[in-house]
Structures are given as C-alpha cells and as structure tokens.
C-alpha cells in the first residue's frame, strides 16, 4: 500500500513534535511568514535560476534516466552541504522535545516562534545550495518540481504539496487559497506510476529517506 506522507519535518520531525504541519502553518506559520523579509530573499533566489522555461511533463509520465540522474546529483549536492547543520538542528530539537515532554506541557508561542525563526532561516541558506545545483544541472524549477514528485510518486510516496518555497511564494503573491483536496485527489494517482519509473528510482530508496526532508522545505 502506498505509503501517505504530509512533510512536516526537520530530519526529526519538527512540525510533528509541535502539533502537526498544515494546522500550524494556517494558524501560525502564514502571519508569520507573510511578515519577514526573508521571503524577498527566496523570491529573487528562485529568480537566479538560469533556465527559467515552462515545462510540459509527458503525456506518458514517464521519467527519463537522465532526469533520475539530474535529480539525484542535485539531491546529492544539497545533503552534502547541509547534513552537519540538519544534524545540529536534530540535536537541538530532539533535546527540546524531550524537555517539553519531561515537563508534561505544549511549546509555548515563544519556543513556536523560535523553531520557525530557524526553519526558516535555514531554508533561506539552503535556497541558494539548491539555486546553485540546480544550474549546475541545467533544471528549471518546473522540470525540478515534476521530476521531484514523480520520484517519490515512484517510491509510493505522495509529497505534501504545501512546502516552504511554495508558502514563500504565496506570501509574496498574497495569496494564500491552498486547497487540501488537491492533496487528497493526487493519493489517487498512486496507482497508476509509469513501471519506468519505479525501475529508475528503486535503487536510491535509502537515499530518499533522508533526501524526503528538502522536498518539504522545496527544496
């Protein structure tokens, strides 16, 4: 059975430990956001990607072995360059989870803010390593995010389609009308993946349990 996955973590599961990833952001997430300058900054971040074109997927939805091996070596770059800091992040989180356990009691607002002031500074860092990979291998952002959900479509994992850049983007536009139907009709499609594209990305199941943590920062 295909496995239904809503990213709501820091390699630890952040969101998870604070009180569940959409109900949050709606709540919580959304004014905060909307307010601080570091959505301008993963804005013109997006913007310095070089191949800036649209991108039909096929009408198949087949993956190619070439875009398997693209994605993977922007997956790879990404986790090079950030897996001492997620594990920093993980230290300190699992710490304050067992601290707030201890104490029998919920994040306060403060403790709230304070997660998502590193969650999103971190991910305004981490913007410019995926920028930067992304050039390196010739993806627009479009082809990128196809080629991403179908990946983990292959592995029988349907990503949450509400990540931080698309948060970013929204807040940018003043937008903010996300529609959790959409998520629940894409569940759907997990039955019907290319058979290529389960052969292409079988072999990199291990990896993609760390690399599932950038898909939920949109990374």
Not at 38 to 66: C, K, M, Q, W
Not at 117 to 134: G, R
Request: hydrophobic content about 40%; proline content about 3%.
């Amino acid at each position: 059975m295909a496995k239904k996955v809503i990213l709501g973590c820091l390699g630890v599961g952040i969101l998870a430990t604070i009180a569940g990833g959409f109900l949050i952001w709606s709540l919580f997430v959304s004014p905060l956001m909307s307010g601080m300058a570091v959505l301008e900054d993963i804005h013109e971040a997006n913007e310095r990607i070089f191949d800036r074109s649209s991108y039909t997927p096929p009408a198949d939805g087949e993956l190619t072995a070439g875009q398997v091996d693209r994605f993977v070596a922007v997956q790879t770059e990404i986790q090079s360059r950030l897996e001492d800091q997620l594990a920093e992040y993980q230290d300190k989180y699992e710490e304050l989870g067992r601290q707030w356990e201890d104490q029998d009691r919920d994040p306060s607002i403060r403790e709230m803010m304070n997660v998502w002031e590193d969650v999103v500074q971190f991910f305004a860092e981490a913007k410019q390593i995926q920028v930067d990979a992304l050039n390196e291998q010739n993806f627009s952002l479009e082809e990128y995010r196809w080629v991403q959900q179908s990946f983990y479509q292959a592995l029988g994992v349907e990503l949450f389609p509400y990540n931080l850049d698309e948060m970013a983007r929204a807040a940018q536009d003043g937008d903010f009308d996300f529609d959790l139907d959409e998520f629940e009709s894409m569940q759907q499609d997990l039955e019907d993946i290319p058979e290529q594209n389960r052969q292409l990305v079988q072999q990199y199941m291990e990896n993609a349990d760390a690399w599932i943590t950038f898909a939920w920062f949109g990374l």
